[in-house]
């Protein structure tokens, strides 16, 4: 696996993987590299603005939250520099709001924590959406309508806590609070 200071092998495809939690990255990383990418790794967006600014990646595999900007930044980011650049947006806190504007933004695939590397692969390659998906008709549990309806708010204002807080009529460390907490799926 290629760290931050290695420079890309020509003859491989290049992959930015920008994850904060280390022993995923690491993990997924080989993987990535076992399956013939160039992977390079970054440990937040501003690790991964300033690697795709040396070699613009042909793939990336981005978080959604990690300290500091969202990974939502950053996929805009390479989008923005190469339009061509297939990203994947990872996310442990899986929401309606983030995964369509990880999509609006320019991301071809949204997959919810875990996932291995074949999983990260087949959404690279997935070029058109799936009619076999399941549906449930099983209503969302009420936490989960709270962090569905409170991402909106936060993606409505770009990721400013303390404008959602105000918007939502909440104090801003209560909303905190409730950002930290994963609801049930159902």
């Known amino acids: 696996m290629m760290d931050q200071q290695t420079e890309p092998?020509?003859?491989?495809?290049?992959?930015?993987?920008?994850?904060?939690?280390?022993?995923?990255?690491?993990?997924?990383?080989?993987?990535?590299s076992k399956r013939g990418f160039n992977v390079q790794v970054a440990n937040n967006v501003d690790e991964g603005i300033a690697l795709s600014e040396k070699t613009s990646p042909e793939f990336a595999v981005v978080d959604l939250n990690m300290p500091g900007r969202s990974g939502l930044v950053l996929v805009k980011h390479l989008i923005d520099i190469d339009s061509?650049?297939?990203?994947?947006?990872?996310?442990?806190?899986?929401?309606i709001a983030t995964a369509v504007e990880a999509i609006k933004l320019g991301a071809i695939h949204y997959l919810a924590k875990p996932v291995d590397a074949d999983e990260v692969i087949a959404a690279f390659y997935r070029e058109e959406g799936d009619?076999?998906?399941?549906i449930t008709t099983q209503p969302l549990s009420v936490n989960r309508i709270e962090w569905e309806h409170i991402q909106k708010v936060l993606s409505d204002h770009k990721g400013?806590?303390?404008?959602t807080a105000r918007?939502?009529?909440?104090?801003?460390?209560?909303?905190?609070?409730?950002?930290?907490k994963r609801p049930q799926l159902r």
């Open 84 to 95: 061509h650049t297939r990203v994947v947006m990872l996310t442990g806190f899986a929401s």
């Open 131 to 134: 009619t076999g998906v399941d």
């Open 160 to 163: 400013n806590i303390t404008a």
């Open 9 to 32: 092998s020509s003859d491989l495809p290049t992959l930015l993987l920008v994850e904060d939690d280390r022993l995923f990255c690491q993990v997924m990383g080989e993987a990535l």
């Open 167 to 180: 918007a939502l009529g909440m104090h801003r460390r209560t909303l905190q609070r409730k950002l930290q």
